[in-house]
């Protein structure tokens, strides 16, 4: 078990895997470039209050999964909470990894100028990275997000290497405290760049 207590970020120096129980309690923490893994498929193996996991490029949390519950993954940044609910499709053993992006996905090369005519704009201020690293299920996924601040969207795309695509049939609802989009049965095979979207207008 892993237990975050005291003050400040804790920082991983190296991947990790914790095989029990994952508390953040109130606590960030910091996976930098590395991975934080859960090895617990138990849905409550991450306990928190209002702490949460941030990461840079090539970092995540990643979670065994090995039913069809909702698996939370609480990411975010400094003073972004931006979580992210992953829901296998069956009870085959399977591992995903998430990170949390606060910033432009132009920045680490995937230009969102560079999308689909039936996408107008993709969000700016943050986008997700997920990736299915072991197994060979597909997953349901939600996004949340605070529309007072992060503004409305229509639907969840995608980069496919080139562009990006709206999830066909994705949606985004209203909840409290923050709102989420959703799409469902997408594979996760590889590392997938992920973002709100808002829907071209059909004149």
């Not at 991450?46 to 990461?55: D, K, L």
């Not at 939370?72 to 909470?81: A, F, H, I, M």
């Amino acid at each position: 078990n892993l237990y975050l207590q005291g003050t400040g970020v804790k920082t991983l120096g190296n991947n990790q895997n914790v095989v029990g129980t994952l508390n953040l309690n109130d606590r960030e923490l910091a996976t930098q470039n590395y991975t934080m893994t859960v090895n617990n498929p138990t849905v409550g193996a991450i306990q928190r209050t209002t702490g949460f996991v941030s990461s840079t490029v090539g970092g995540g949390l990643a979670r065994a999964t090995n039913s069809t519950s909702t698996y939370l993954y609480p990411v975010g940044s400094s003073g972004k909470y931006r979580p992210a609910d992953i829901t296998p499709s069956s009870t085959s053993s399977a591992t995903f990894k998430v990170r949390m992006a606060n910033g432009d996905a132009s920045g680490e090369g995937y230009n969102r100028n560079n999308k689909a005519a039936d996408v107008c704009d993709v969000n700016s201020s943050f986008f997700h990275i997920m990736q299915r690293t072991s197994g060979s299920i597909n997953a349901n996924i939600k996004v949340y997000y605070d529309n007072s601040i992060d503004g409305s969207w229509d639907q969840v795309g995608n980069w496919n290497g080139s562009l990006w695509n709206n999830y066909t049939g994705s949606s985004t609802s209203s909840g409290s405290p923050l709102y989420y989009g959703s799409v469902n049965n997408v594979s996760l095979s590889s590392s997938t760049p992920i973002a709100l979207t808002k829907n071209a207008p059909v004149l």
